[in-house]
């Protein structure tokens, strides 16, 4: 009788153990699951190739356990929409903000620093067309043509501002203005190209102006947006007669 009692009793404990143990387990899991422990993190809604330009429709946000969201995963769609795609990224998969291009100009590819609907074209420079070196990428110029007309069998040569508001991609292989150079530096970039952002209407006007003509830059103030319109320039009415 007195073992029966033990063993009831050992039994009893035993129970009170195990029910305090699956309750201490139960609550445990029920907190990892809570609503305050979930984070929002971006995933691919589709396959997303590299090199192409992240779209809403191609991204989700979902609320995961915070244990199951990576460190480096975004969390919401701004921080993703509009970026390039460094890498392929496999639908359902975090987006990491290290696959994608979030400073284009620290890419090292011009390609990712062409606005969208323009074109890259370089032309050469030497000091003086390219405004003694001062122009950095990033800057805005006017695009200034001189060429020679035939009009009516008679030689015209005339200058225009053709081009205005044209930004500069790159100086030489230049795509920042980040460290000081030194004049020997600066003087081998003046030497070589400038490329700028045209569209491609623009790219005809500047192509064939710089083959057959000659080509200066006007630097312009980070604050002018204006547009001159004024008509072609000859040496007659440059000199007012």
């Not at 998969?93 to 590819?109: F, N, P």
């Not at 950095?136 to 005339?158: A, M, N, Q, W, Y």
């Not at 102006?209 to 319109?229: F, N, T």
Request: proline share 5%; with cysteine; net charge neutral.
């Amino acid at each position: 009788m007195k073992n029966a009692r033990k063993f009831w009793a050992l039994a009893v404990i035993f129970g009170l153990v195990a029910a305090l143990l699956a309750y201490q387990y139960t609550e445990k899991v029920k907190a990892r699951y809570e609503p305050d422990n979930l984070v929002e993190v971006v995933k691919a809604a589709v396959d997303i190739s590299r090199d192409s330009i992240i779209t809403p429709e191609q991204v989700e946000v979902e609320r995961v356990p915070a244990q199951f969201s990576h460190p480096a995963a975004a969390r919401s769609q701004q921080a993703i929409i509009g970026k390039v795609a460094t890498s392929d990224i496999s639908a359902g998969e975090q987006i990491l903000t290290s696959k994608v291009l979030t400073d284009k100009s620290k890419a090292g590819r011009l390609a990712y620093c062409i606005p969208e609907g323009k074109r890259a074209v370089s032309i050469a420079v030497n000091p003086v067309i390219g405004v003694a070196g001062l122009v950095k990428p990033g800057d805005r110029v006017d695009v200034i043509g001189t060429v020679d007309l035939d009009s009516g069998g008679t030689s015209v040569v005339v200058t225009t501002i053709f081009l205005q508001d044209i930004e500069v991609l790159a100086v030489g292989k230049t795509m920042t203005e980040s460290r000081a150079v030194s004049v020997a530096e600066a003087k081998e970039i003046e030497a070589k190209t400038m490329t700028l952002a045209v569209s491609p209407e623009e790219v005809r006007s500047l192509v064939l102006v710089a083959e057959r003509g000659s080509i200066r830059l006007a630097l312009r103030s980070p604050v002018d947006e204006g547009r001159a319109v004024l008509p072609p320039c000859n040496l007659q009415n440059a000199v007012g007669h």
